[in-house]
T-cell receptor
Framework: GDSVTQMEGPVTLSEEAFLTINCTYT??????LFWYVQYPGEGLQLLLK?????DKGSNKGFEATYRKETTSFHLEKGSVQVSDSAVYFC????????????FGKGITLSVRP | AAGVIQSPRHLIKEKRETATLKCYPI?????VYWYQQGPGQDPQFLIS???????DKGSIPDRFSAQQFSDYHSELNMSSLELGDSALYFC??????????????FGEGSRLTVL
């Protein structure tokens, strides 16, 4: 079945450091790919998405490119801020499904001032 | 802007008791999804409803049932609670189930603790 694998966490960075969070997936066909973020005490929020190969999703300085050849959707940010501290989930939605999401296990990012 | 409202936010029950969680979707959203997130786990899809009909079913135990009402709110009923049911239960809503956008809008979750 479909699955999403995220790198092991947690990740602790200093402010203004470069961030990469790896995500790979297994799915049939061409799923849509997403990054969701969960800030402390809040629900899951869509951060960015890509619906086809080579698409780049971007939002709030975060970027991720849909790589079909490596089945990856790595999240990057050039300069993290303390306010980026949160849990980040990679997710996929198979084609033709009713937008049901399959999540990775999430990774906690802590940014130090 | 109005978001997805879940209640209660926290719930403590004994084993073998029953619990009901409620979800109020964003206005004009007609699709509701339920997810269960155990400690240190990723959210697992339980069930979804579109226009008051079940649209998809995931790893929902037979002890659980859910429905969507005429005002589009949804309730998740859990009976014969077990220790392993302790988890954060998320509800999400979206405006149309057929588009593969994945833009689900999540509530803040209901944390169930079974003692």
């Amino acid at each position: 079945g479909d699955s999403v694998t995220q790198m092991e966490g947690p990740v602790t960075l200093s402010e203004e450091a470069f961030l990469t969070i790896n995500c790979t997936y297994t799915a049939t066909g061409y799923p849509s790919l997403f990054w969701y973020v969960q800030y402390p005490g809040e629900g899951l929020q869509l951060l960015l998405k890509a619906t086809k190969a080579d698409d780049k999703g971007s939002n709030k300085g975060f970027e991720a490119t849909y790589r079909k050849e490596t089945t990856s959707f790595h999240l990057e940010k050039g300069s993290v801020q303390v306010s980026d501290s949160a849990v980040y989930f990679c997710a996929l939605s198979p084609p033709g499904a009713n937008s049901k999401l399959t999540f990775g296990k999430g990774i906690t990012l802590s940014v130090r001032p | 802007a109005a978001g997805v409202i879940q209640s209660p936010r926290h719930l403590i029950k004994e084993k073998r008791e029953t619990a009901t969680l409620k979800c109020y979707p964003i206005p004009r959203h007609d699709t509701v999804y339920w997810y269960q997130q155990g400690p240190g786990q990723d959210p697992q899809f339980l069930i979804s409803f579109y226009e008051k009909m079940q649209s998809d079913k995931g790893s929902i135990p037979d002890r659980f049932s859910a429905q969507q009402f005429s005002d589009y709110h949804s309730e998740l009923n859990m009976s014969s609670l077990e220790l392993g049911d302790s988890a954060l239960y998320f509800c999400a809503s979206s405006s149309f189930p057929g588009e593969n956008t994945g833009e689900l809008f999540f509530g803040e979750g209901s944390r169930l603790t079974v003692l």
